[in-house]
């Protein structure tokens, strides 16, 4: 299970110093979210490895089987234990300036964000992020303001606020509705968590948010649930061959969603996972199909 990371300040001051020790070029241009490849790389749990060689090279191994498949996004966050700190070892073998660098600020004292924000940009080894998320609404007005500063001065790209586990919806519409300064929400969206369908995606299509998706497979449920099941005859009108792929395509053709951050610690899941971008995406009456084919199984 992975740890949880509670900072204090020799995390955070830490961070800082290793923050002027990185290089300042290795960070990726910064264009508008909707813009992004529409599948990223999620690192919960699956980079939470700590100091260990061979685990930490076997996430080499999949971040450039990401870059290699097309993809930019990265997301992490100071909660997901050691993942920022496996992430910048990763990042100072295949070069930090392939990635569209996300993370979040996630600390219940406003004042120590920017120091926490600081300490992930260093464990990062880049210059700035260019998106940075209120990591579950955590103490999200005071983070909030310190983030529009922070866009406006350019030490960040982009700003946005995260939920998950598919908590938080009545309080998220409310932010979606009243802060037009959100470049972004990210919230949890699958086949069997679809309560966003009802407001939440509408209403950060009509507001223009970029649609951020976590947990597309439910932490693997879906995907086990499904194993060993053929496939519907269907799958092969929009180039998928497998269940993931099936998943995922369902999830990323919703004209809402920007982009999914599918988590994965394997090279040939993370290359499955990136092959649902290509090929053929259904249409509304598509999906519906999608849907039910999954439904009666």
């Known amino acids: ?89 990763c990042l100072a073998v295949l070069g930090a300036e392939r990635v569209y660098a996300a993370s979040k600020v996630w600390i219940p004292a406003v004042d120590f964000g920017p120091e926490q924000m600081a300490a992930s940009r260093g464990l990062w080894g880049i210059g700035r992020f260019d998106l940075m998320q209120v990591h579950n609404l955590l103490s999200y007005e005071g983070h909030i303001e310190t983030l529009r500063a922070m866009r406006a001065e350019g030490s960040v790209g982009r700003i946005g606020v995260t939920t998950s586990h598919g908590r938080r919806h009545g309080r998220l519409a409310e932010i979606i509705e009243s802060d037009d300064s959100l470049d972004s929400v990210q919230l949890t969206y699958n086949m069997l968590d679809r309560e966003v369908e009802a407001r939440l ?35 092969a009108d929009i180039g998928v061959r497998t269940w993931p792929q099936y998943l995922l395509k369902w999830v990323i053709s919703h004209p809402a969603v920007t982009l999914a951050i599918p988590a994965t610690s394997s090279v040939a899941h993370m290359r499955e996972n990136m092959a649902a971008m290509r090929g053929p995406m259904p249409d509304a009456a598509m999906r519906r199909r999608m849907l039910d084919a999954v439904r009666a199984l």
């Open 1 to 89: 299970m992975s740890r949880l990371f509670h900072p204090n300040r020799r995390h955070v001051l830490g961070g800082i110093a290793a923050t002027a020790l990185a290089p300042q070029g290795a960070v990726a241009a910064v264009g508008s979210l909707h813009d992004l490849p529409p599948i990223g790389m999620g690192t919960w749990l699956t980079f939470d490895v700590g100091d260990d060689p061979a685990a930490r090279a076997g996430r080499v191994d999949v971040l450039r089987a990401f870059f290699e498949e097309g993809g930019k996004m990265v997301d992490s966050s100071p909660m997901y234990g050691s993942s920022e700190a496996v992430l910048g070892h």
């Open 201 to 235: 995606l509408p209403l950060a299509r009509e507001r223009g948010r970029a649609v951020i998706v976590n947990r597309p497979f439910r932490r693997g449920a879906l995907i086990r649930r499904l194993e060993g099941k053929p496939l519907p005859g269907l799958a």
